[in-house]
């Protein structure tokens, strides 16, 4: 027997240590007692390829996070399957999704091996379409034109992401992010939270604060439509208290 087959042992045992420290990742968690009906929405900015809109709502029993998913208007069908994920940062002001850093991975997984959708507790926990499908069954339109006309609807509960802020896997205040098959980021848009009512964190039903909602810095078209009609509630409630008055006067 040699010195190389005597360490050869020796060689592996510390391979299989350094591999193990430098992978350094732990399985998700399943999460609990997310906020009763917390939710939160991302709208994807009109001025890119790709629309649409991806809702989160906490779980009736807590535990996990039920999604909607509406995306519509792809570009061709052949620069897909599209993939689509929740990104560690907001889209800055400027609207560029290349700001918003890598998935959301609180447990140190990285982007390789691919996500095993079998094993969704091993994946990253902002990579939704690793663990709950690519876009892939778009239907083309029959013209010769090859633009995607299809809409991609989704709905899902997801164990491993939460609406709870104090979670390491809360995805309130990150970003979901749309890219071609080649990982082009073709358009992305801010979670912002809904008012529901009946949520523990959102609706403030007390009545005695209520903050106006705050638009997203990318074109977030619900939060648009949100002010807006905050805005005509106010209107209308001056409207109708001139109303009152002139009636009075009447
Ligand atoms: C809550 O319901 C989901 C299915 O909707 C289930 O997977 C989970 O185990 C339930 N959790 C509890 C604590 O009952
Ligand atoms: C919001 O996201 C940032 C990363 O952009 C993170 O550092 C921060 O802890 C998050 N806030 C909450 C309340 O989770
Ligand atoms: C590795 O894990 C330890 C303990 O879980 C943690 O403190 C450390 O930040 C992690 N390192 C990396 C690079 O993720
Ligand atoms: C990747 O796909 C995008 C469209 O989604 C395309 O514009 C770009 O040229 C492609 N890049 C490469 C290197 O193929
Ligand atoms: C999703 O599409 C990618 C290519 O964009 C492919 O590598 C992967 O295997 C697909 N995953 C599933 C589950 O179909
Ligand atoms: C209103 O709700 C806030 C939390 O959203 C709470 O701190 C406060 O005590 C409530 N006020 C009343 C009068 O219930
Ligand atoms: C109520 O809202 C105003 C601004 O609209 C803010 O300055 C104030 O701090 C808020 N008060 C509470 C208790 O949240
Ligand atoms: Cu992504």
Request: proline fraction near 7%.
């Given at each position: 027997?040699?010195?190389?087959?005597?360490?050869?042992?020796?060689?592996?045992?510390?391979?299989?240590?350094?591999?193990?420290?430098?992978?350094?990742?732990?399985?998700?968690?399943?999460?609990?007692?997310?906020?009763?009906?917390?939710?939160?929405?991302?709208?994807?900015?009109?001025?890119?390829?790709?629309?649409?809109?991806?809702?989160?709502?906490?779980?009736?029993?807590?535990?996990?996070?039920?999604?909607?998913?509406?995306?519509?208007?792809?570009?061709?069908?052949?620069?897909?399957?599209?993939?689509?994920?929740?990104?560690?940062?907001?889209?800055?002001?400027?609207?560029?999704?290349?700001?918003t850093g890598g998935h959301l991975s609180p447990f140190g997984r990285q982007d390789d091996p691919a996500c095993d959708p079998t094993a969704p507790w091993t994946c990253q926990p902002g990579d939704l379409s690793g663990k709950h499908g690519n876009i892939?069954?778009?239907?083309?339109?029959?013209?010769?034109?090859?633009?995607?006309?299809?809409?991609?609807?989704?709905?899902?509960?997801?164990?491993?992401?939460?609406?709870?802020?104090?979670?390491?896997?809360?995805?309130?205040?990150?970003?979901?992010?749309?890219?071609?098959?080649?990982?082009?980021?073709?358009?992305?848009?801010?979670?912002?939270?809904?008012?529901?009512?009946?949520?523990?964190?959102?609706?403030?039903?007390?009545?005695?604060?209520?903050?106006?909602?705050?638009?997203?810095?990318?074109?977030?078209?619900?939060?648009?439509?949100?002010?807006?009609?905050?805005?005509?509630?106010?209107?209308?409630?001056?409207?109708?208290?001139?109303?009152?008055?002139?009636?009075?006067?009447?």
């Amino acid at each position: 027997m040699n010195l190389l087959n005597m360490l050869f042992p020796l060689i592996i045992l510390v391979l299989a240590v350094i591999a193990q420290e430098t992978s350094n990742s732990t399985n998700a968690p399943v999460t609990q007692d997310n906020p009763s009906r917390a939710t939160f929405q991302a709208v994807l900015q009109v001025d890119k390829p790709v629309q649409g809109q991806i809702t989160g709502v906490s779980n009736d029993n807590g535990t996990g996070v039920n999604f909607n998913v509406n995306f519509f208007a792809f570009p061709d069908v052949m620069q897909g399957p599209f993939k689509y994920d929740i990104h560690e940062y907001p889209v800055p002001a400027s609207g560029d999704c290349t700001a918003t850093g890598g998935h959301l991975s609180p447990f140190g997984r990285q982007d390789d091996p691919a996500c095993d959708p079998t094993a969704p507790w091993t994946c990253q926990p902002g990579d939704l379409s690793g663990k709950h499908g690519n876009i892939s069954q778009l239907t083309s339109s029959t013209s010769a034109d090859s633009q995607a006309v299809g809409t991609f609807q989704a709905m899902y509960l997801d164990l491993y992401v939460s609406t709870d802020p104090s979670n390491a896997a809360f995805f309130g205040n990150r970003s979901v992010v749309v890219h071609s098959a080649n990982g082009t980021r073709l358009n992305c848009g801010n979670f912002v939270q809904m008012m529901t009512p009946g949520s523990t964190t959102g609706g403030n039903l007390n009545g005695t604060n209520t903050t106006a909602p705050t638009i997203s810095p990318t074109n977030n078209v619900a939060a648009a439509i949100g002010a807006m009609s905050w805005e005509s509630v106010v209107v209308s409630v001056a409207g109708l208290s001139l109303l009152t008055m002139a009636s009075s006067l009447i």
